[in-house]
């Protein structure tokens, strides 16, 4: 199993880019983790069907997350965060492509391995593994315990996320080797299948560099979506941009 489960952005100000998600996506949030204060940050949890859209901030100086945004220039995507049930084997690959671990921590329930961005290229990733949590609908603790009382009925899942880069072939074949996924070309990109998602890797144009620039989601009613983008000013040549990510509404 190897699912796409959550995106995080990052952003100077918290709650202008969660109002924003909240206005375009219709989502709401689920937990604000107390965890995170440890790195320096505050953050929301949103649900996406059963994924998750999370948005942290800075909340103090010489924060990983504030380094982050002035080496991309402003607010944008931070980490690809999936679930999986082998930590085994995917440490057992790591190891031989000198992949090191950023951040370990195994809990009761929930094993969080997030990998060196140095060694993966592209943006942060996260492999982490919840116990019990099987079902694609089940717990995922970063969401806390409640999350599926804030899921809400327009935005019903991640699709697919876009990573950038000045040569995308180099960074689809690095993940490819991390994930034991093959790549494919669709439409003449690069792109790794998850269990629910995909992966795509492009040219970066925007003048941000490499990171995770943009996300799909499917939603019940694209139209509405488009219009309260435009009503927040948040379309930019024909895309919607909601916290310095691209977003690509699919309709459902």
């Known amino acids: 199993m190897l699912r796409l489960r959550q995106i995080a952005l990052v952003a100077h100000q918290l709650e202008p880019v ?5 206005a375009v996506l219709g989502l709401a949030v689920a937990y604000r983790d107390p965890g995170v204060a440890t790195f320096g940050l505050h ?3 949103m649900p996406a069907g059963n994924q998750f859209i999370e948005v942290v901030a800075p909340i103090q100086e010489g924060t990983a997350g504030g380094r982050y945004l002035e080496r991309r220039h402003g607010d944008g995507g931070y980490m690809v965060i999936m679930q999986c049930d082998d930590h085994p084997a995917l440490k057992a690959r790591l190891a031989p492509l000198g992949v090191r671990a950023a951040l370990e921590h195994d809990g009761r329930h929930y094993l969080l391995l997030q990998l060196h961005p140095r060694d993966t290229g592209g943006s942060f990733l996260e ?4 116990l019990g949590g099987e079902a694609e609908d089940g717990p995922w603790e970063p969401a806390g315990e409640h999350w599926h009382d804030a899921r809400m009925d327009l935005t019903l899942g991640i699709v697919a996320a876009t990573l950038q880069s000045d040569d995308p072939a180099a960074l689809a074949a690095r993940w490819s080797a991390i994930l034991d996924r093959p790549i ?6 690069p792109t790794i299948a998850l269990d629910n998602a995909e992966l795509r890797f492009v040219v970066a144009t925007d003048g941000r560099g490499e990171g995770l620039g943009g996300i799909d989601v ?21 895309q919607l941009l909601i916290g310095g990510v691209r977003v690509t509404v699919v309709p459902g």
């Open 127 to 130: 492999i982490d593994v919840q």
């Open 184 to 189: 494919v070309a669709v439409d003449e990109v």
């Open 43 to 45: 953050n929301a949890v």
């Open 18 to 22: 969660v109002d924003d998600l909240a």
């Open 218 to 238: 499917r939603v019940a009613d694209a139209d509405r979506a488009v219009r309260a983008a435009e009503d927040r000013g948040l379309v930019r040549d024909d």
